[in-house]
């Protein structure tokens, strides 16, 4: 009998908890966070690169396209985001020129770049994915190679 009502009382709580309007009073993270995707968690956004940058030559497209991902504050896809975001070189190690469209508005908390362009050659290049209200991502470093 007071295991059932153990379980009545958890029970009750949560959807006391899940009904609540006055829930940011009851929890420290403002409510329950279900599912994902829309910006669930309570603080800034990271982005993070899926897919990095490869080994191209001077001057051609960098392949596969580059992809940056904007997570939420819990680590979840924020498909809810609604800056854009700048990819740049972060080291630059022979004064080489990024091109191509700099600034991409993501996808459901996806954005692709996938005509970058880097002008010189070197080895140790490094990008820098950033956007307002999140923090910014730093890639692997990757080789651009002579023509």
Do not use: E, K, W
């Amino acid at each position: 009998m007071g295991m059932r009502l153990s379980y009545m009382a958890v029970a009750v709580a949560a959807l006391l908890t899940a009904a609540c309007p006055y829930d940011h009073l009851l929890t420290s993270n403002r409510g329950i966070a279900i599912g994902g995707g829309g910006g669930g968690g309570t603080g800034p956004d990271a982005l993070a690169f899926t897919v990095q940058p490869s080994s191209a030559t001077a001057g051609n497209i960098i392949t596969p396209a580059i992809q940056v991902l904007v997570r939420d504050s819990l680590g979840l896809p924020d498909s809810a985001f609604a800056g854009n975001i700048t990819m740049s070189i972060s080291v630059n190690p022979v004064g080489g020129r990024l091109s191509g469209t700099l600034s991409v508005a993501p996808v459901r908390g996806i954005a692709l770049f996938g005509d970058l362009v880097i002008s010189t050659s070197g080895a140790g290049y490094v990008l820098q994915a950033s956007a307002p209200g999140a923090t910014s991502a730093s890639s692997s470093s990757f080789t651009i190679f002579s023509q």
